[in-house]
């Protein structure tokens, strides 16, 4: 009660509407998020600011923003390999079958 309390007054902010905002891998992990709100039935945020998210983790697809990759100079495609690689240790999560790494998989019945 004493944080809504806070929040009202000296934030003047409504914490019963949040917005998530995520940009590149923090939309990735701002969509897997909403993925799991709304798999677990709990309350959802007002709204998504996604700003260029990773959605497709999967580098084995070739999309027009991998193509692009590959020839970029500030964010080359080896880097984002290796990042990719940074962010899933384990070999069990599979970021072509599972929506929390690449939400790009969520079901139309979830969304």
Known sequence: MWTLLVFRQIYDMNPEQIIIVGDSAGGNLTAALCTLLIEWDLPRPSG???????????????????????????????????????????????????PFISPILTSSEVL
């Open 48 to 98: 998504l600011v996604l700003v260029y998210p990773a959605l497709n983790l999967n580098f084995n697809t070739y999309t027009p923003s991998l193509l692009t990759a590959l020839n970029d100079m500030i964010l080359p495609h080896t880097f984002l390999k290796l990042c990719l690689k940074a962010y899933i240790k384990d070999a069990q999560y599979d970021p072509e079958e599972d």
